[in-house]
């Protein structure tokens, strides 16, 4: 499974930024999508999960201004960034925890990043 993020750039405190993940190869089904966040000299965090029924989860930090949703046609996952703050910034990570038929086990699948800078 691999998955293509896409959309992070530089804008400024108080813009928005969309960020797209579309997941691809052998897949039997996708559960939970979600997207991390690694800060600078920071750890990775979570920062919204979404379920294959649509119910979303989201760090404290990202409530009422960022939106998670999933496309299950496309096995793709969204987050809308809105109100976007310079302690936004961080390398952003899509992730999927997916059974493909060569396992059929759930495991759990990271894309490769994508850069969100916010300036102050």
């Not at 691999?2 to 996708?30: E, F, K, N, T």
């Not at 046609?73 to 987050?79: G, R």
């Not at 109100?83 to 997916?98: F, G, H, I």
Request: glycine content about 12%; hydrophobic content about 35%.
């Amino acid at each position: 499974v691999q998955l293509q993020a896409s959309g992070g750039g530089l804008v400024r405190a108080g813009g928005s930024l969309r960020l797209s993940c579309a997941a691809s190869g052998s897949i039997v089904r996708i559960n939970d999508m979600g997207w991390y966040r690694q800060p600078p000299g920071k750890q990775r965090e979570l920062v919204a999960t979404i379920s294959g029924g649509g119910d979303s989860h989201y760090a404290e930090a990202v409530k009422g201004r960022f939106t998670i949703s999933r496309d299950n046609a496309k096995n793709s996952v969204y987050l809308q960034m809105s109100s976007l703050k310079p302690e936004d910034t961080a390398v952003y990570y899509c992730n999927a925890e997916a059974i493909t038929p060569m396992t059929f086990v759930i495991d759990n699948y990271w894309g490769q990043g994508t850069q969100v800078t916010v300036s102050s």
